[in-house]
């Protein structure tokens, strides 16, 4: 990125600080590496399991910014490891790993993020027209560019769960993780209801028993999408108004009398979701929060 400070730590020392544990509990753990010139954060916790701690469990794919495994939180913030430099990160600090906190333990900076796969079943998938006469002849469906491109920025999401761990909804409130979908899904939910050919009615079902209307749109979700996607601007404000207008625009609902058409009310909509049932439960492996790494100053003597 443009405005970050690179700083060239090769030649000397770095300590990662990281979070060792399981469902149980655990406690942060600090390795001293030599420092690499061009490395960044994985490449490190590699080093680690190499050397010091061949047990460190890690998830990882690609190392390349496009499989989302590799998700944490570094110094506090939300990242994916192998897109964080370690010249970008303050020269001569210690280096703060943990697995992401809304999501539970399962060993060491492994988290469990199944909760936003039981999410993801209950989005009521894409549903197109039927195909004009014309389009019959050509053999496909027809479209404007423009109308592509509002949903295409949607798609490039990698589905590494960082703006559902920094959803402070999510985050702060483990009771609204069953009526919650969370701004990936959000996104998702708008890349269908933004497609011009998608005729599935998901406001009622978004706003009723997905939780739109918990989001204050803080905007962190975007701030840590490593895909730069507005997900507040582009996703979210945009489902909220199509919420508001299905609801209490007056000129709509003459539309849908006139056209005798009407909403499909929650229910009709998740009846055509991948997976029925009710709302996805967090799976009960959690531990109770991940305690704050102690300074050599504030350790106990």
Not at 72 to 84: H, Y
């Amino acid at each position: 990125m443009a405005d970050e400070t690179v700083h060239d730590n090769a030649g000397g020392e770095v300590t990662m600080r990281l979070w060792r544990g399981d469902p149980s509990g655990g406690e942060f753990a600090d390795y001293v590496m030599p420092s690499v010139e061009g490395e960044v954060v994985l490449d490190v916790i590699h080093r680690v399991q190499a050397t010091e701690a061949p047990d460190l469990a890690c998830r990882w794919n690609c190392k390349a910014g496009k499989c989302g495994s590799c998700s944490a939180e570094i110094n506090g913030r939300p990242s994916l490891m192998c897109m964080t430099r370690m010249d970008t990160l303050p020269p001569g600090e210690t280096v703060t790993v943990a697995p992401m906190r809304s999501f539970p333990i399962l060993r060491d900076l492994v988290t469990d993020v199944s909760y936003n796969y039981e999410v993801a079943k209950r989005i009521p998938p894409f549903s197109p027209r039927d195909k004009t006469a014309d389009e019959r002849e050509a053999g496909g469906y027809r479209m404007q560019q423009i109308d592509v491109e509002r949903s295409q920025e949607f798609r490039k999401c990698i589905e590494c769960f960082l703006c559902q761990d920094v959803c402070h909804v999510i985050r702060d409130h483990e009771e609204n993780k069953t009526a919650y979908a969370g701004p990936r899904f959000f996104a998702r939910s708008a890349e269908l209801e933004m497609h011009p050919l998608d005729t599935n009615d998901r406001r009622e079902l978004l706003q009723q028993e997905q939780g739109l209307g918990k989001c204050n749109i803080t905007k962190c979700c975007t701030e840590v999408c490593p895909e730069h996607i507005k997900i507040t601007d582009n996703a979210i404000i945009p489902l909220k108004e199509r919420v508001v207008d299905a609801s209490y625009d007056p000129v709509a609902w003459l539309g849908r009398k006139i056209r005798k058409r009407r909403k499909l009310t929650p229910a009709e909509a998740a009846a055509s979701s991948p997976a029925a049932g009710p709302p996805a439960v967090q799976p009960p492996l959690a531990v109770e929060g991940i305690p704050q790494p102690v300074s050599a100053d504030d350790a106990p003597r």
